[in-house]
């Protein structure tokens, strides 16, 4: 089941303010341009801000999201891209180009749940298609800036954030929101931290090529950005391998 804070819809409808300015999409819609990509699957599309951006460059945009009310938030932004409420291992026939995962989805899959999905992706691929994801370095120790709780408040609504576990692979932490009205919703999230050998070899075992190990620009240093594409289909891009 989808964390409260998606799937929740008085949390989804504030989910893009708190999220902030998407300075992370720029690497995706490169991405897209370099490939040639025409047609995109985005996997836990939330509430759809990249998948509205590939949209606007005339690509053709699946999204799909288990989460129903970030969905909501998501087609309410465009009628142009095709919205799927579900998950990778529940799409319809598919054949796109390029299949992504942004805002660190790959780390809500806390079991065998990851590679399914990865199979999921890979039906979904043309022969050769692209998968481009991004995911935390274990060894940044992202969840050091979490250890304290942290206090926001925006648009009347206050955002405290702690964190709960760290049990490697696994680091738990809370997200709570008081609203004007006094009401308070609570969500609580787990996320695994994977070595980039162990996603290299998930990704080979599900019928993908490691292309690239990419750093997130943004967040230098803090991030592996994987490019993998569909077993058998390199050749037509040389991309070098990324020694970051």
Not at 29 to 54: F, K, N, P, R, Y
Not at 131 to 141: D, Q
């Amino acid at each position: 089941m989808p964390d409260l804070i998606f799937s929740d819809p008085r949390l989804a409808r504030i989910y893009d303010v708190f999220d902030g300015p998407r300075d992370d999409l720029a690497l995706y819609t490169g991405i897209a341009d370099e490939v040639g990509a025409a047609s995109v699957l985005d996997i836990g599309c939330g509430t759809g801000c990249l998948a509205v951006l590939l949209a606007a460059s005339g690509r053709s945009v699946v999204g799909v999201d288990p989460a129903l009310a970030s969905l909501e938030i998501a087609r309410a932004k465009s009628s142009r891209v095709t919205w799927i409420h579900g998950d990778a291992t529940t799409l319809p026939p598919l054949q796109v180009d390029l299949a992504t995962m942004t805002g660190n989805v790959a780390q809500v899959f806390l079991g065998d749940d990851w590679e399914l999905t990865l199979r999921g992706i890979r039906g979904a691929l043309r022969p050769g298609g692209h998968l481009v994801f991004e995911t935390r370095r274990p060894e940044a120790r992202a969840w050091e800036g979490w250890a304290e709780t942290t206090h926001r408040v925006l648009d009347g609504v206050e955002e405290r954030r702690e964190l709960l576990d760290v049990s490697l692979p696994f680091v738990s932490f809370r997200h709570t929101y008081r609203f004007p009205d006094g009401s308070v919703l609570a969500s609580d999230s787990t996320l695994r931290f994977r070595s980039r050998d162990e996603i290299a070899e998930s990704l080979v075992a599900c019928g993908f090529e490691v292309v690239d190990v990419r750093d997130a620009p943004d967040r230098p240093g803090r991030e592996f950005v994987f490019v993998a594409q569909t077993a058998g289909g390199l050749g037509v891009s040389a991309w070098p391998a990324s020694t970051q």
